[in-house]
């Protein structure tokens, strides 16, 4: 068995539209231990959704696994069928959505919708299932939970709302929690509750996260590790401490840049990344990002970069960093 | 609730009455009466006639007169059918025209919810094709030719079912089938659109991510969220079929609600005209109540006011 909770390797995955073959995740690895959180972070359309919905067998049509491994608390999801897979969903791995004005069906109260996945997963009675639902509405903060139970999505909040939908999501105690933009829709103050809430019941209930954003701010409050994605691979993996402080890719430190900061001057601009996100019908034939890379050498557009490792975490997948490294070992001999 | 109902019965009785006093001067302004017909009928006859039933006073005496019976439910005697007043006919036709109608308002249901259903959850493959051009035929082809086809082939060619009356369940095939044609076509439109829209939305993803299985998926929760449209649609579509179809019931010979309107407009039967006229009036506005209830059970949302 695997050391690790997730243990995603290689993997391939493309949609088949109309207009031609989207390679959505591109060679994607990623590893995650048992109550670690990690985040993936990258601009729409990086894969960093389609990498988490296909750890839940969530792929939407016309996606397709074309290859790797995805290992999941020991259970081999690529070869899992759609009613093992049911087994796992809502139990071992839960997810939370970006818009929870829409995650929830309006015709049901909140009740039954907690009661539901209690329901389908452990073998508790109606009774009991209402009891372990009121019990999670006052876990995630929700006052007066015996009326909230009747009540219907629309008679609540956004960040009610999305308070329930980590309720349905905490139902069986999953071992890893997906957040996919869990605050994406929600305003800023509800925003730092909602993050607050995840990591005190990360901490309670010793989870492990997989907290998909493109808000850098909220990765490095929350995330022991960060991957960060661009149109459908990894560029760059490492710990928070790495990705903040030691950025090697051009796209991590392009991003890092273009963060306002507090101690702004006045007049000083925050510094875009040029160009826009890549065509993914149409992908580059070297490195995805060259043609926005300020520092782009002519392999760049030619070939795929391999990986270079900085110590046991960190790598990158980019020409420059692996000249610099070759350089810095030949200087070393 | 009560408040609700209490309110539409008041707007129920402004609509009857405006649809009454609309119908009883556009039908008097049309040529041509009630007694007269090929035969020659003496003047005096005809005189004698009209005085009978207050034909020769004045439009308004005659409008105030018919109103003011009609509040305390007397609704007069046809004019041509002598020796029946139109509450009898309406009480003898209704029931066979409700039967025929409402099982098909049923078979429409029962057919059309599924396969426009089924259409939807195969979207793009051959069976949603084939299901959308047969809806396509049903709403596109008149209930005539239907009804030919149908005496035609099960009638006089294979000689499976009797084609006259409605002496046994099996006369009621042939029309139930012909009635339901266009409601289920129907049906089955307004279902596969709406729940093709149910199946993209984000609460349906969320049933997926809880591990809930396909089946209790569709029916929990996509057929409570995709039913309204066809809520709307059965209200009104039901008071209109329980009430007869003139072609359906002239060709299986069905002595249905539906011939005497046509008979009744045809042959100036004023008093038929009016009472078969508040009587549907007054069914659709009922329907439009029990929709509007309806909808409030499925769709917690809506707020009756």
């Known amino acids: ?333 | 609730m009560l408040k609700y109902i209490a309110k539409r019965i008041g707007l129920a009785i402004v609509t009857i009455w405006a649809v009454a006093t609309i119908t009883f001067f556009l039908m008097n302004m049309v040529p041509g009466g009630p007694f007269l017909s090929e035969k020659a009928i003496s003047p005096q006859a005809t005189a004698a006639l009209e005085a009978k039933y207050g034909l020769d006073k004045p439009l308004p005496q005659q409008y105030i007169t018919y109103m003011w019976d009609a509040l305390h439910g007397d609704f007069g005697d046809s004019l041509k059918q002598r020796g029946r007043t139109v509450m009898d006919i309406i009480k003898m036709k209704f029931p066979v025209s409700a039967r025929v109608g409402g099982l098909s308002v049923l078979v429409a249901l029962l057919i059309g919810i599924p396969l426009g259903s089924i259409a939807a959850l195969k979207r793009g493959k051959f069976l949603d094709s084939l299901i959308s051009v047969v809806a396509t035929c049903g709403i596109a082809v008149p209930s005539f030719v239907i009804c030919t086809l149908l005496l035609y082939f099960l009638g006089v060619k294979l000689r499976l079912l009797p084609t006259i009356g409605l002496s046994s369940w099996k006369n009621y095939v042939m029309p139930v089938l012909a009635l339901s044609f266009y409601p289920t076509a129907y049906i089955m439109r307004l279902m596969r659109s709406s729940m093709l829209d149910v199946l993209g939305q984000d609460y349906m993803r969320t049933a997926k991510a809880k591990g809930v299985s396909g089946i209790l998926i569709l029916f929990k929760h996509a057929l409570r969220n995709a039913i309204l449209p066809v809520v709307t649609y059965v209200g009104p579509m039901l008071a209109y079929t329980v009430t007869g179809s003139f072609v359906v019931e002239k060709i299986f010979t069905i002595p249905g609600l539906g011939g005497e309107f046509i008979t009744a407009i045809s042959g100036r039967d004023y008093t038929l005209i009016m009472g078969t006229t508040i009587f549907l009036a007054t069914l659709i506005i009922v329907m439009n109540v029990i929709v509007d209830i309806v909808y409030k059970i499925v769709d917690p949302r809506i707020k009756l006011k």
């Open chain 1, 1 to 333: 068995m695997s050391e690790y909770l997730v243990d995603i390797k290689n993997e391939r995955l493309s949609f088949f539209t109309p207009a031609g073959e989207v390679k959505a995740l591109n060679d994607v690895s990623i590893q995650l231990k048992e109550g670690e959180v990690l985040g993936i972070v990258g601009e729409s359309g990086s894969g960093k959704s389609v990498t988490a919905y296909s750890l839940m067998g969530l792929t939407a049509h016309p996606g397709k696994l074309l290859g790797g491994s995805l290992i999941f608390n020991g259970h081999q999801i690529d070869q899992m069928s759609e009613k093992e897979m049911r087994k796992i969903r809502g139990n071992e791995i839960s997810i939370i959505f970006q818009d929870p004005m829409t995650s929830l069906n309006p015709v049901y109260t909140i009740g039954n919708q907690i009661m539901e996945a209690v329901l389908f997963h452990t073998d508790k009675n109606r009774a009991q299932a209402r009891e372990r639902a009121r019990e999670l509405l006052e876990l995630v903060g929700i006052n007066e939970p015996d009326k909230r139970l009747k009540q219907y999505p629309h008679e609540l909040s956004g960040g009610m709302r999305q308070r329930v939908m980590i309720a349905i999501a905490l139902a069986c105690e999953p071992k890893l929690l997906i957040a996919d933009e869990p605050t994406t829709a929600l305003d800023v103050t509800i925003q730092a509750q909602i993050l607050e809430l995840m990591m005190s019941l990360k901490e309670r209930l010793g989870m492990a996260i997989i907290m998909i954003t493109h808000d850098l701010g909220v990765v490095a409050s929350m995330c022991e590790r960060i991957a960060v994605m661009y149109a459908g691979k990894v560029v760059e993996y490492g710990t928070a401490e790495d990705i903040f402080y030691n950025p090697r890719h051009q796209y991590t430190k392009g991003l890092i840049r273009s963060i306002p900061r507090i101690d702004t001057r006045e007049h000083e601009r925050l510094v875009p990344i040029e160009g826009t996100p890549v065509d993914m019908l149409n992908p580059p034939k070297g490195c995805p990002f060259a043609p926005r890379c300020e520092a782009c050498m002519k392999i760049c557009l030619r070939e795929m970069p391999p990986v270079t490792s900085f110590g046991e975490v960190h790598y990158t997948q980019c020409w420059l960093n692996q000249k610099e490294e070759m350089e810095k070992g030949a200087a070393n001999e």
